[in-house]
């Protein structure tokens, strides 16, 4: 699975649009971006994925550059239990040899301030 | 729909201790796998498995063995607990797309 870049931290004011950039230039053509977060202590919970198209979903959309080499996550109002960090992960789906496996790095830490 | 469970919450163990971490999912999913978080780092993998009976190590494995022998259970054993396996430990299963974590069990070796 190709490696990943992310800002440590970054902090957003309530209620504005949160970007949250990732690095991924040794990204395969085959491989997906997927996003995770992790509130406080609890397990990580999936916030989207794509693979060169942009995505958007209830949660977030996910912007994709058109080399596939850096994306963007973005979640269009952000409020306090959005603090977390953020997991920017790429892999390839099920049905290859990677089933089943996610690569963490460190991730972005997002403090949403009132 | 329970999602994915685990037990306990919480564990202290003595040096060279055994133990078993229970995971259960309703979800019928083949992918199942578990992390360990230790404090300020991301998730690393133990154990994976495919579907029942295949298992397969992570990036960590070692200290920890795993079985898979049916869909529902894949339980994670200490067999001789060390204080460097003192973590949160989180079991995850999947499907195609979207892996589903389990609350944590937040294991401390004395």
């Known amino acids: 699975d190709a490696k990943t870049t992310q800002p440590p931290s970054m902090d957003c004011a309530e209620g504005r649009a949160a970007n949250l950039p990732c690095n991924h230039s040794?990204?395969?053509?085959?491989?997906?971006v997927y996003w995770y977060r992790q509130i406080h202590s609890q397990g990580p919970q999936y916030i989207i994925h794509?693979?060169?198209n942009n995505e958007t979903n209830e949660m977030a959309s996910l912007i994709i550059t058109e080399d596939r080499k850096s994306s963007t996550l973005i979640l269009p109002h952000a409020t306090l239990r959005d603090t977390a960090v953020y997991y920017c992960?790429?892999?390839?789906?099920?049905?290859?040899?990677?089933?089943?496996?996610?690569?963490f790095g460190q991730g972005t830490t997002l403090q949403v301030k009132p | 729909n329970a999602g994915v469970t685990q037990t306990p919450k919480f564990q202290v163990l003595k040096t060279g201790q055994s133990m078993t971490l229970q995971c259960a999912q309703d979800m019928n999913h083949e992918y199942m796998s578990w992390y360990r978080q230790d404090p300020g780092m991301g998730l690393r993998l133990i154990h994976y498995s495919v579907g029942a009976g295949i298992t397969d190590q992570g990036e960590v494995p070692n200290g920890y063995n795993v079985s898979r022998s049916t869909t529902e259970d894949f339980p994670l054993r200490l067999l001789s607990a060390a204080p460097s396996q003192t973590s949160v430990y989180f079991c995850?299963?999947?499907?195609?797309?979207?892996?589903?974590f389990g609350p944590g069990t937040r294991l401390t070796v004395l």
């Open positions: 040794t990204i395969s053509g085959n491989e997906y």
């Open positions: 992960i790429v892999r390839v789906p099920h049905g290859s040899s990677n089933t089943g496996k996610l690569i």
């Open positions: 794509g693979l060169k």
């Open positions: 995850a299963s999947s499907d195609y797309n979207e892996q589903f």
